[in-house]
């Protein structure tokens, strides 16, 4: 086996690496322990309700015939028809 296969093989994760800091100190112990956890997206100020609703599949087909977005495309035709804009 060539050096440089030997080299590709080798499993790497265990090994230091010298351009990271030592996150065991206790100085990245207290700024990891301060840290807030932020799980997901941000919420928006307005969010959605799930439901569930029951149409037409040539109307949904059509929605999405348009590509991605077809969810957003049909709440604005329900908004306009709700004379909401």
Do not use: C
């Amino acid at each position: 086996m060539s050096a440089r296969k030997e080299h590709t093989d080798r499993d790497l994760s265990s090994e230091p690496d010298e351009d990271l800091p030592d996150l065991s100190t206790e100085y990245w112990a207290r700024k990891i322990a301060k840290a807030p956890v932020q799980r997901g997206r941000p919420k928006a100020a307005v969010t959605k309700v799930s439901t569930t609703i029951r149409l037409d599949p040539d109307v949904i087909e059509a929605f999405k015939a348009e590509g991605a977005g077809w969810q957003s495309r049909m709440n604005e035709a329900l908004r306009k028809a709700a004379g909401l804009e």
